[in-house]
């Protein structure tokens, strides 16, 4: 500490110039920040976001966020989301522990000066029981801890990157009821299950009386979603194949009743309204997050440990991501990690005497077409039994719009390199939509697997996935819209073996690090556009 002390009234320029930053940005005294960086350095922190500005870290002020200017060895693109620093308060104001390019090299014969942590007594483990951790806090990790915490056990929710960081904030946000997957004209059992779905979080979203989550800060892009025919005859065929399932749960809308994008189209592309929500990911994730109390911590998942007690409780041993070390134990772990659920899986089946739940992936290479469009919602059919196109839009603050696009053109993409699937985009848009100027827009993809319980011959679950490994639980969703069945799954086991409701104990876990909210895909750092 004297060390850090004298070194930094060494290098007064630069510390004053960082603090003065830091602490406008922080809205607190410099002499606040500085007593509060020097009591604290060296210390890891985690980079949260990367801009033009600086690189965004958790803040040595609790609660708050520092942007530290005068980090800029990285390109353009920056260093990735959760890249660990160590910040100096002193000279080396500028060095990094945890770099992903790998050391580098001293030219030979040279003295390598980098700094280096001293070697400080080891953290205290902080050590905490809970009825429950839940491990993941995207969609299902959220609305499990919402759930298990309002039937009254008591919940603590490990996330490693931020809120929503997988699968969720990178979904279309459309709560299927299910006539996506009956586009071949039988409504088969996955259909079914998921019909009752879109009633569930239409009863939260208007936080009606008796629901289950007041999702009422959730934000509803569109009440409904829009199926177009694209194609020639054959498409036209298969939607007509489709269309008594399509008739029996869609409305067909006239043409002056068609939203903007499809109004041009001739009259003979049916254009039916189907009554499933669209919502925004990012407000639905901040609505959850309102619900899972505080303890919810941003851990380092490299250090995750998980293992059985000598009374059968889950133990999970990890650091958060300043280091500090925790143990805790809970009757039940909840594993909702999603594709990270496979990591985690691993390590415990050496130390279970039960077998652990396995899970796939189906990848997915997703485009994001940006420019002067009119907002849509809508499924195209074509000839498959999958959606041709599936697209979705938001609005950027400058007023331009942002087409999120999936279905069969994400799912045939992932073979396709990023320029390749870039001009896939723009066929089918054109395509689908020839009455509409797509000529003049930006471009961007974005690879990303489903991560699912695993089927025999590798297709989507029909229904979440739910499986027991002693005092674990993993779940899988294989929808977003399926997050309140998954919750519903967890408490009726956590009743079914009597898992008692008791308060926390231990110690306080106050200091440990919160995980913020993930960005859109359209607005992560270091996005590029084409
Ligand atoms: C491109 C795309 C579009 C989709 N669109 C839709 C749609 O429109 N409608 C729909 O119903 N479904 C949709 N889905 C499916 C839906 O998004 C997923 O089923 C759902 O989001 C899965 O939620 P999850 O919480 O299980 O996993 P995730 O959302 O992936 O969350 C897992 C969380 O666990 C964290 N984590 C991972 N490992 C660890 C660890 N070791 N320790 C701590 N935390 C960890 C991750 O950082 C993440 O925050 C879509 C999926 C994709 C990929």
Avoid at 199 to 219: H, M, T
Avoid at 338 to 343: C, F
Avoid at 481 to 486: D, E, G, N, T, W
Wanted: net charge positive; glycine share 10%.
């Amino acid at each position: 500490m004297r060390q850090a002390r004298a070194a930094a009234v060494k290098a007064p320029k630069s510390l004053v110039r960082m603090t003065s930053i830091a602490a406008i940005l922080l809205n607190v005294s410099r002499r606040t920040l500085i007593r509060s960086l020097l009591s604290t350095a060296p210390r890891v922190y985690s980079i949260r976001r990367y801009t033009e500005r600086g690189i965004q870290v958790d803040s040595p002020v609790p609660g708050a966020q520092a942007t530290l200017e005068q980090y800029t060895p990285y390109g353009p693109d920056g260093p990735p989301n959760g890249t660990k620093l160590a910040i100096f308060v002193d000279s080396a104001l500028k060095s990094a522990v945890s770099d992903p390019r790998g050391p580098r090299r001293q030219p030979r014969g040279s003295v390598d000066k980098r700094p280096r942590l001293p070697n400080h007594a080891p953290m205290p483990t902080l050590r905490a029981r809970f009825d429950v951790v839940v491990i993941g806090a995207g969609v299902a990790g959220l609305w499990t801890a919402a759930r298990l915490r309002a039937q009254g056990w008591s919940v603590a929710l490990l996330e490693a990157r931020a809120l929503g960081s997988g699968q969720t904030i990178a979904s279309q946000g459309i709560i299927h009821g299910g006539v996506k997957y009956a586009l071949t004209g039988k409504a088969g059992r996955a259909s079914a299950m998921i019909a009752p779905m879109p009633e569930v979080w239409r009863a939260c979203l208007e936080n009606r009386p008796g629901c289950e989550i007041d999702l009422s800060a959730a934000k509803v892009l569109s009440e409904h979603q829009w199926i177009w025919t694209a194609g020639g005859v054959g498409a036209r065929l298969a939607g007509a194949a489709a269309s008594k399932v399509i008739r029996a749960r869609a409305e067909r809308v006239d043409a002056d009743d068609r939203p903007a994008a499809l109004r041009a189209a001739p009259r003979s592309v049916g254009v039916h309204r189907v009554p499933e929500p669209v919502l925004d990911p990012a407000t639905l994730v901040e609505a959850l997050s309102r619900h899972v109390g505080e303890h919810v911590f941003l851990i380092d998942e490299s250090t995750l440990e998980p293992g059985i007690g000598d009374g059968g409780e889950a133990v999970i041993e990890v650091k958060d991501t300043a280091g500090a070390p925790v143990e805790l134990r809970a009757s039940r772990c909840v594993l909702c990690a999603g594709a990270g659920a496979e990591a985690v899986l691993a390590r415990l089946a050496g130390r279970i005497e039960h077998q652990t739940p396995t899970m796939q992936r189906r990848p997915l290479h997703m485009l994001l077409a940006r420019g002067d469009l009119p907002d849509l919602w809508a499924h195209c059919v074509g000839m498959s039994a999958v959606p041709r196109l599936t697209i979705t839009s938001q609005r950027e603050p400058d007023g331009r719009a942002v087409w999120y696009i999936g279905g069969g053109v994400a799912e045939t993409g992932v073979e396709r390199d990023e320029q390749a699937q870039i001009e896939a985009g723009r066929a089918a848009l054109r395509d689908a939509l020839p009455w509409l100027d797509t000529s003049r827009l930006e471009w961007s993809a974005l690879r990303i697997d489903r991560a699912e319980g695993r089927t025999p011959d590798g297709s989507r679950p029909d229904e979440p996935v739910v499986g027991d490994a002693g005092a674990f639980i993993a779940c899988w969703p294989t929808k977003l819209a399926f997050a309140p069945a998954v919750a519903r799954e967890v408490a009726a086991r956590l009743e079914h073996d009597n898992v008692p409701r008791r308060a926390h104990e231990g110690d306080a876990l106050d200091a440990l690090q919160r995980p913020g909210v993930a960005p859109l895909p359209w607005r992560e750092a270091g996005r590029t556009w084409r």
